[in-house]
């Protein structure tokens, strides 16, 4: 509806602003973050430099962009998988593993897209703040799966940094209780804050699983190997559940 109410212009600079968005991820699908230059794309849209600059303010705006979008649509797809997943009535176990499976299946369909949000930091570049609520987007729905957890002694540390971190910063008890409110309430309760420090501590792990994991399968560092991803994530996401006695948790 909003696009059907947009004038001429508008829809023509939304266009060229896709436009000059697809072209950057072809730049960053042959040679990475690095490889982005705005005069290439200009030439290949038969504009000139100038011209180009009415759309993006200049290479740190562009990259602005795309890392909203790749944050955006990954939180999406991790959204999508988290409702399918409860939908069909399986055990909290079972759920980490959709979850984990969803986030291997986007970054395998968007490896270069991916490796610009989860890779190497592009030299001289420093990410908008509010790239920091949008990876929370993505990591937001394991919070629920470990807030039903109970902690084990192997996870025992993390919890308590967690019951910290907590306490010092109120965004994080806030992200907590947008996608886990049984977790978050009442905070002021020793249950409650133990519920809050277990969903945290349990996303936070499971996203350096999934890091560590995902970004060496899409880095190619499994190639020769006889393993696939999805069994070697698989088996990281069962030693997380134990850890957290996901299996002694209620569906």
Known sequence: MERAQQGPRARYREQTRAEIKDLALRQLAEGG????????IAKEMGLSGPALYRYFAGRDDLLNALIRDAYDDAAAAMARAAARSA????????RL????????TWAIAEPHRYLLIQGAPVPGYVAPADTLERARAVLGPFLPLFAAGSPGPAVAATVDEMTAW???DGTVGAWVARYAPE???PPDTPAGEARAASALAGAVLAWTQLHGSVSLEVAGQFAGM??????LLGAHME?????FGLDQAPA
């Open 166 to 168: 907590l306490a010092a």
């Open 239 to 243: 030693m997380l559940a134990d850890a």
């Open 33 to 40: 973050g690095t490889a982005l230059a705005l005069t290439r």
């Open 87 to 94: 939908k069909g009535s399986q055990g909290i176990r079972a």
């Open 183 to 185: 977790a978050a309430g």
């Open 97 to 104: 593993h959709d979850l984990a499976e969803a986030y291997r």
């Open 226 to 231: 006889a393993h696939r991803g999805g069994t």
